[in-house]
């Protein structure tokens, strides 16, 4: 058991529509990062979050924006839903970002369908 | 950016024979490579890792080599059982900004027959 927990785990959206998707970090790991992994594809790396700021992002457009939390926790937005948005979205939590890059713990993840 | 290509995109064998997946990176100033399973509808959980400084690492019937110089990192399953049927992924550690995040390969799905 990780310890990181997403909700919803499936939710089911129209085109245009806006989805906020919510994680919870493991205890101790401040650091949060999301990613979208579309059906049989690997993960892709959407965003980070440190000390409630982004700190690096993907190639994601604007509408998908996300907000960290005093308690680590996490929060990723998509606005104006379009079909392609329809995969599954993994949080990951890790300790402050050290050189190389240490072990993410994946949470279960939010499998998202766009209508 | 990091281009991470991995191989090959399926793969079958008999319960018992060993599996390898291959993975080719680009950024040659990557020094973090982990190996992730993931069964159908979990997460992806890491099974193995290495870093830039070792050669290889094993850790049980799972092994892990790597090539600075030319680029490539394999996984090798021996004596594979059917529990090990799944798609794994090779990874590589990057940053983005101060961002640290993992670029993927487009994974592998081992399928373990009895």
């Known amino acids: 058991e990780t310890g990181v927990t997403q909700s919803p785990t499936h939710l089911i959206k129209t085109r245009g529509q806006q989805v906020t998707l919510r994680c919870s970090s493991q205890?101790?790991?401040?650091?949060v990062s999301w990613y979208q992994q579309a059906l049989g594809q690997g993960p892709q790396f959407i965003f980070q979050?440190?000390?409630?700021?982004?700190?690096g992002r993907g190639n994601f457009p604007p509408r998908f924006s996300g907000l960290q939390f005093p308690n680590y926790s996490s929060e990723l937005n998509v606005n104006a839903l379009e079909l392609d948005d329809s995969a599954l979205y993994l949080c990951?939590?890790?300790?402050?970002?050290?050189?190389?890059?240490?072990?993410?713990?994946f949470g279960e993840g939010s499998r998202l369908t766009v209508l | 950016g990091e281009n991470v290509e991995q191989h090959p995109s399926t793969l079958s064998v008999q319960e018992g024979d060993s599996a390898v997946i291959k993975c080719t990176y680009s950024?040659?100033?990557?020094?973090?490579f982990p190996w992730y399973k993931q069964e159908l509808g979990k997460r992806p959980q890491l099974i193995i890792d290495?870093?830039?400084?070792?050669g290889e690492k094993k850790d049980q019937r799972i092994a892990v080599t790597l090539n600075k110089t030319a680029k490539h990192f394999s996984l090798h399953i021996t004596e594979t059982q059917p529990e090990d049927s799944a798609v794994y992924f090779c990874?590589?550690?990057?940053?983005?900004?101060?961002?640290?995040?993992?670029?993927f390969g487009t994974g592998t799905r081992l399928q373990v027959t009895l």
């Open positions: 205890s101790g790991h401040n650091t």
């Open positions: 950024d040659s100033a990557s020094n973090y």
């Open positions: 990874a590589v550690g990057g940053y983005t900004g101060t961002a640290s995040k993992l670029t």
């Open positions: 990951a939590s890790s300790f402050p970002g050290t050189r190389p890059p240490g072990e993410l713990f």
């Open positions: 290495i870093r830039s400084n070792v």
């Open positions: 979050y440190y000390r409630e700021e982004e700190n």
